[in-house]
Structures are given as structure tokens and as C-alpha cells.
């Protein structure tokens, strides 16, 4: 069984501030993604890096896969009330061919006061 | 108009009792999911399907059944409820192409008394 453990658990910060979240597993992975997920609603997607080494920039996010493809960070740069909510990663696993599943790891729930 | 859908959005009910959550989807993807959401637990995958007819298990199914009655539509049942299942259930569904992006319903929050 993959597992991705994320760091931070819980992170409180304030407005202005940067922040990184982490996604560690001992296992490779196809892909990676990353999901924010808002009280009340469910998990929506922010991006997908698939190359090891790749970077991907969103507006204020930075995403980060590393080399072996087994971990992953994401960089919120000058972070707003608005980021609150819960930061989810997950590693597809592939079954074969085009099938696969995601693995998630159990979140870090960001907040950011004003 | 939400492109999953899950029904009910809330449900409390008693241990023992059978419970059927629904999940609809309009976007066309023949691949869907079941999770359940704890805190401090994540997203756990019950079971999921890549067509109608292939369903499989995932790492917490016991406890639970699913059926896929279409390609657009996948329930998930509690034959008898128990208090540990009280948690946010989610249905989730994806394309067989591109990046594995996953499309995730509002979740119906379920509590066993």
C-alpha cells in the first residue's frame, strides 16, 4: 500500500505570510496532484505534475515534484484569507494500461488570518 | 448545474438501519469512486469502478456494497449501519484520458447513532 504523508498537519499563519506544504512517500508515483478543498464542499483540483522535477506555477501557488517522483511541495507565496481550507495531495498509482487510482494523504488544513 | 451529484447531502439515522447514498454524474466519465472523509484520516477509498461492469475494492470496503446501475450512476450501501461509519462520504469521477484529475460531489455528511 502507497502512502503519502503530508507536513504540516495544521498550519496558521497570517496574512502576507508564505508558507510550504509538504508531500512525502517512499513510493514512485505516475503523477501528482494537488487538491483544495473548502468547508462543506468537496476536494477541487489545482494542478498535476507528472515529470520528475517539474514546476508548475499558479498565479501566488508554486508545485514542486521531485526527481523520483516520490514527494512534492507546494509554495504559497504572500498567502490570503482566502487560501483558507483544507491542502490534499494524491498519487495516482497505475494498474495498468490507463487504469489507475489515487492515493491521498491526510491533508493540511491551512489557515490564514487576516 | 453541479456535474456530480450526491444524494441525500445529510443523513442521521440509527445503528443497524440500511442506508443507500446515490451519486449521479453528467459529465460523461466512465470511471467513479467512493471515499470517505474522517478528520485527520483524509480521503479513503471504498470501492471504484472503470465501467459498469468493473468494480472493485478499495482499502475500506468492509462494511460497505456499491452497484453501478449506469454509466452515470454509482450507490453506495450500508447493509447495517454502525456508529464508526458516522464520517463525509464523497463521490468522485474521472476520464479514462488525460490527467487523472478526479471530479468530486458536494459529499453527504452521514451520522449512526
Known amino acids: 500500500t502507497q502512502l503519502l504523508e503530508q507536513s504540516p498537519q495544521f498550519l496558521s499563519i497570517q496574512e502576507g505570510e508564505n508558507l510550504t506544504v509538504y508531500c512525502n512517500s517512499s513510493?514512485?508515483?505516475?503523477?501528482l496532484q494537488w487538491y483544495r478543498q473548502e468547508p462543506g464542499e468537496g476536494p477541487v483540483l489545482l494542478v498535476t505534475?507528472?515529470?520528475?522535477?517539474e514546476v508548475k506555477k499558479l498565479k501566488r501557488l508554486t508545485f514542486q515534484f521531485g526527481d523520483a517522483r516520490k514527494d512534492s511541495s507546494l509554495h504559497i507565496t504572500a498567502a490570503q484569507p482566502g487560501d483558507t481550507g483544507l491542502c490534499l495531495c494524491?498519487?495516482?498509482?497505475?494498474?495498468?494500461?490507463?487504469?489507475?487510482?489515487?492515493?491521498f494523504g491526510k491533508g493540511t488544513l491551512l489557515t490564514v488570518n487576516p | 448545474d453541479a456535474d456530480v451529484t450526491q444524494t441525500p447531502r445529510n443523513r442521521i439515522t440509527k445503528t443497524g438501519k440500511r442506508i443507500m447514498l446515490e451519486c449521479s454524474q453528467t459529465?460523461?466519465?466512465?470511471?467513479m469512486y467512493w471515499y470517505r472523509q474522517d478528520p485527520g484520516l483524509g480521503l479513503r477509498l471504498i470501492y471504484y469502478?472503470?465501467?459498469?461492469?468493473?468494480?472493485n475494492k478499495g482499502e475500506i470496503s468492509d462494511g460497505y456494497s456499491v452497484s453501478r446501475q449506469a454509466q452515470a450512476k454509482f450507490s453506495l450501501s450500508l447493509e447495517s449501519a454502525i456508529p464508526n461509519q458516522t464520517a463525509l462520504y464523497f463521490c468522485?469521477?474521472?476520464?479514462?484520458?488525460?490527467?487523472?484529475?478526479?471530479?468530486f460531489g458536494p459529499g453527504t455528511r452521514l451520522t449512526v447513532l
Open positions: 469502478s472503470f465501467d459498469v461492469k468493473d468494480i
Open positions: 513510493s514512485v508515483f505516475s503523477s
Open positions: 468522485a469521477t474521472s476520464d479514462y484520458r488525460g490527467s487523472y484529475e478526479q471530479f
Open positions: 505534475v507528472v515529470t520528475g522535477g
Open positions: 459529465k460523461g466519465h466512465d470511471r
Open positions: 494524491a498519487g495516482a498509482v497505475a494498474r495498468g494500461g490507463s487504469n489507475y487510482k489515487l492515493t
